[in-house]
């Protein structure tokens, strides 16, 4: 049986061809390669601050629009992520944390859960960030919790730049899954659910 809590995910569709690894127990290195730059910035700083390692090769139809290639990238690292965490024993589950970015405040409640749930209080001032729609943001995150079985609660506090906004939700997104995924010293193979499974 695999004890190390890495996973590799390839994913080829009409729209998508996505290859991502990941690491849990990284040291938050990556390699990045999308069609969408700014996305490459996003992705970065989940792997620094969740410390998971994180090589993503993605190749899109971005000459529609970014929206199947975002979605597609949330739901391929989301499947690698819940396969990485094989039987989730140790784990610390739950994470809340708020996360400031200058004058930006944006809060993350995570539970992994096993029931996928995201609940997104993220109003963007700009139609669009980074090249991309704004509407868009929101499907990574959901794509994410639908595949890696986890309940999602994200809310800008408050903020006025719509670049700091959208990082900041990468960022805190990225800081509890460090914090749920962190396994305890005391208890590592004890499975953290009355139910013994997750
Ligand atoms: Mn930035």
Not at 31 to 50: A, D, G, R, Y
Not at 136 to 165: C, D, L, P, W
Not at 183 to 189: A, F, G, H, R, T
Request: hydrophobic residues 35%; glycine residues 6%.
């Amino acid at each position: 049986m695999k004890k190390e809590r890495i996973s590799e995910n390839f994913r080829k569709t009409s729209e998508t061809e996505i290859y991502c690894k990941v690491n849990i127990d990284g040291k938050g290195l990556s390699k990045i390669e999308t069609p969408i730059p700014f996305i490459n910035h996003m992705l970065q700083q989940i792997s620094k601050h969740s410390f998971i390692d994180l090589d993503v090769k993605c190749s899109g139809d971005v000459e529609i629009d970014a929206h199947h290639t975002i979605e597609d990238l949330g739901w391929c690292i989301g499947e690698a992520v819940n396969d990485a965490l094989l039987n989730k024993a140790g784990i610390y589950r739950f994470s809340s944390l708020s996360l400031p970015m200058d004058e930006t405040l944006t809060s993350c409640s995570l539970d992994v859960s096993g029931r996928p749930w995201l609940e997104w209080r993220v109003i963007l001032p700009n139609e669009k960030i980074g090249g991309v729609d704004s509407e868009v943001y929101q499907e990574f995150f959901r794509a994410f919790a639908q595949s890696a079985k986890m309940t999602i609660h994200i809310e800008n506090n408050y903020g006025r730049n719509a670049h700091h906004i959208i990082e900041s939700c990468f960022k805190v997104l990225a800081v509890c899954l460090r914090n749920s995924f962190t396994v305890m010293k005391k208890n590592k193979d004890i499975i953290p659910s009355t139910k013994g499974v997750i």
